[in-house]
């Protein structure tokens, strides 16, 4: 049964006001279209939860979609701070949750997995673990020694971007995978964005190459060039520019608005965003192809 | 004379540390020019592992961040996030981690989370990300940073990751699996931690003082009994290193 | 650095008498080359740990391998019984520990990623958690239920069968995954055999297939048709024929010997036991190829 | 008259216990027959997996083993057993599983451990492999087996998966997610759980006396008392299903 539908009708369908989303991508295939489109229809009280929050949630805050941030790193990664979220968090404005990258993705993976927790072996600094409640102890039945634990995380929504897809939501996934297979399987619903949807038959081809499979997808929107100013792994690069400009637009509440009025507001969809980022950035995005070893299956 | 930056220093200084088939958990930055360094010197077998679930990267251009593309296309293996972690980090496969800190304190105890009261911070940092772990369960841990009286305090306002705590018995009683930092590299020379787990100096860059060391830390600083002086970065190594960083982002 | 070397080789240095081993391969990639080099050097006293023992360990458990199994299910897989471990566990003469499948695989988990144990929630079922003393119990703090734990499993030593690697021990594998990368990481030696040994490049070429890297390998041995008569995904199928002769031949302790005999002592190496199973079942076992579609991972 | 074996006809009926969309855990043999049939008849959208970690499975030839290449070849997904146990079966993805053993008991439970005592046992059989977990977690259980006296003791030996254990009560407290056995298929009829998780003889195949079944029933086997007669394998069912096993491995 195909899924296949907008990113607008997703969103409208699958975000509600009060959800806990994660929009999932460690460094790669941020899905910074389905970002903007939640912006767009104005989402109020989300809790958003990433690792690294990335531009994608700083211009989320910025746009009052959020009242909570759940987190394991705030910064523009390779550049500095995330100054939006940081001010937020400052100024108790925005109510946050802070982990280690482990401690984080340990979540997920006991969400994704049906348990109630995921241990954790001692780190030695116990700090953030007496910061946050959520870190607990367990003690090892065997060694009679403590290990920490976390507690499952089930976001509402996972919104997860692909690099191929079936209508289904059959999805095959290379380069940095982060937590996308976690995420989509912690998440009580998905929305699937992809660069490319593809005939059942590529799917089935390399059935190995498949991290997500259908039965846990709710929408399948084909979404090229989604994760710009992020990058999808043989499709187009990162475009650190922006992540560089981004640092002096959040500088000021007005130039941060006139972002949004211009590039998320203003703009009706991705392709309408991918156009006006123009040609000269598309080529200086673009990428030679480098393909991968064959491999042989058998016709069994 | 040759002449090189601060960050040309502690970076050539950093890849000194390495040995030959070291498995480095690398961020960007001065860590990544120190990794490759490394390997196009003295440690052909080293092996660059980074976070993101990259594992044996061939960078063919400088790594602006810790997920650029470039570390994937060419490297042995990638995984996820949480088999990076657990398969990795946590099961001991990790020889080296590099860290970094607003603060790192007497015991080598660091923080990246906040300045203040974590709850009504001054200044909210980034946060831990995987340096929790790493400081945790790396063999061996590397700081490299600049040395600043700020960066140095006796105690750090909030531990994100863990040194030697108040002595290397605390370290040990928590049963942690790494043998915590072995060094901080900075501009001035190099602190490593004495038998008590206290960070001592160990090493001056040449010209440096003791005095000014001092002058840049914020407790009261020993200086070993055999206080080296340190051997400075040769032309080769600069050269091969300035070609990482051809537009000289980081090593300015 | 190459860790080439030849399967004998291998067995002899990483394979001692007592160890703890695990030939991995949830029904495919099983290593049977190596099975039949650790009878040929006669170690003793193994335990022998498998999900599925399969015809590999019925056979090292026949030639006197074994003080104890480690197991979740020992069947002759579309067969029936396997009949020497069941009669030597009958008649009280091999050690054992059972576990369920998801016990079984929950120790290597914990085992490879450094945890002291796993957790898994209530199957209802707590006979087998009764019967074996290595099951335990861990409240849950969050919801105060109780979960159920096993600990974690690190054998001596792994043997790993891939479709191809590298000289150092970098490994592509595809098809049913089973349990070889837990395995790997939870092992304190591996042995790699490999259908092929590759250019480094073509590991390189296609990093999200590299499931095992170097640093977990000890020794690395190229050894083609290894998995025979199980099979090796775009290989060889599956030799069916000979999971049901050895239902006959594992009727008595006479024609078992006979078989070990012409099949394991009588031939020096896989090689040779290839040459011996002849081309009227090479040609049986042929599979035309079958290619997974192009994956580009992009000259960046 | 339309002729055919009881393997033939436990086959047919388990099939259409399926509904489209249904996910399915399933094994070698006759689940796996009845899952085809099921995909070629009235659930074309029924998606199989195998505790291999063989994902929407499409066989080309017979499976004759859990790992057969033909169940990987073409389909939609492959992951690691320990992502199988996980990802699919404790996180609540899988709706339907196929249940077998050696014994099954008057509430549904099931032995494929031992007979008689697990240190000194009489025989002893395969063990759990999956089915402990499948048998806790799946949404729905189907059990096909031959009915005869000594496979339906009142209680089995040894309880390797949870039925009802001594009655829903016992289950629910246990709070395992799945909902436990909903049809023993045999060559006799249908057996359910009422009210109390105690099985109970809900449909006869034709011909087949209410005595005959328990004759071969090692518990005083109650009736619904809304006992159906099944209806018959179809033509086309058995057409179907017989061009799935040609060689008639399995139903013959």
């Known amino acids: 049964m195909s899924k296949l539908c907008t990113l607008k009708e997703a969103i409208a369908q699958h975000v509600h006001d009060g959800d806990c989303v994660y929009a999932a991508g460690f460094t790669h295939l941020i899905p910074f279209a389905a970002g903007h489109e939640i912006i767009r229809q104005g989402r109020k009280d989300l809790t958003l939860a990433r690792a690294t929050p990335d531009l994608i949630y700083d211009q989320m805050v910025a746009a009052g979609c959020a009242k909570k941030v759940i987190y394991s790193y705030i910064g523009n990664p390779g550049v500095g701070s995330l100054r939006i979220i940081r001010t937020e968090l400052e100024a108790g404005r925005l109510e946050f949750e802070e982990y280690s990258h482990f401690g ?188 991968a070893a064959p491999v042989n299956y058998g016709e069994y | 004379m040759t002449t090189f930056t601060a960050s040309e220093l502690m970076t050539v200084h950093a890849a000194r540390l390495l040995r030959d088939g070291d498995v480095v958990f690398v961020g960007v930055g001065l860590p990544n020019l120190a990794c490759n360094l490394a390997r196009r010197t003295h440690a052909p077998n080293l092996v660059m592992i980074y976070e993101a679930g990259v594992i044996g990267a061939r960078p063919s251009r400088l790594p602006l961040s810790i997920g650029d593309p470039t570390l994937v296309t060419r490297a042995t293996s990638v995984c996820s996030m949480y088999d990076i972690f657990t398969l990795y980090l946590q099961r001991g496969n990790v020889d080296v981690g590099f860290l970094g800190g607003a603060q790192i304190d007497r015991f080598g105890n660091i923080n990246a989370t906040v300045i203040g009261d974590y709850n009504h911070p001054k200044v909210r940092l980034p946060g831990s990300g995987g340096s929790m772990e790493i400081a945790g369960w790396a063999n061996r841990c590397y700081i490299i940073t600049p040395h600043q009286k700020r960066r140095f305090p006796e105690k750090v306002d909030f531990a994100t990751s863990a040194g030697f705590l108040n002595g290397r018995a605390a370290r040990e009683a928590s049963g942690v699996r790494g043998g915590g930092p072995q060094a901080v590299v900075t501009n001035l020379g190099f602190l490593e931690p004495d038998e008590s787990g206290e960070l001592v100096l160990t090493a001056v860059h040449p010209g440096v003082t003791v005095e000014e060391v001092q002058a840049n830390t914020g407790w009261p600083l020993k200086a070993a009994a055999n206080l080296r002086v340190t051997e400075p970065p040769g032309e080769e190594e600069l050269r091969l290193l300035r070609e990482l960083d051809p537009q000289n982002i980081y090593l300015k």
Chains 1, 3 share one sequence.
Request: hydrophobic share 40%; with cysteine; net charge negative.
């Open chain 1, 104 to 291: 984080m993705i340990s979540r997920l993976q006991a969400g994704a997995a049906g348990l109630p927790f995921m241990p954790m072996n001692q780190t030695a600094a116990t700090a953030l673990e007496q910061a946050n409640p959520l870190y607990r102890r367990v003690t090892d039945p065997y060694s009679g020694r403590e290990v920490v634990v976390v507690p499952a995380l089930n976001p509402d929504v996972a919104i997860i971007h692909v690099q191929r897809c079936d209508e289904r939501g059959n999805a095959h996934i290379w380069g940095i995978l982060g937590e996308q297979k976690e995420a989509a399987f912690a998440a009580k619903r998905v929305i699937l964005t992809a660069e490319e949807i593809v005939p059942e038959e590529v799917i089935r081809s390399d059935p190995n190459r498949t991290l997500i499979p259908e039965f846990v997808v709710s929408a399948v929107c084909h979404v090229p060039y989604c994760s710009h100013p992020s990058y999808t792994q043989g499709y187009y690069d990162r475009d650190n520019d922006f992540y560089l400009e981004w640092d002096k637009i959040s500088e000021t509440p007005e130039s941060v608005q006139a972002w949004l009025q211009e590039w998320v507001y203003g703009i009706t969809d991705r392709e309408a965003y991918w156009q006006k980022v123009g040609a000269e950035t598309h080529k200086r995005l673009s990428v030679p192809p480098l393909y």
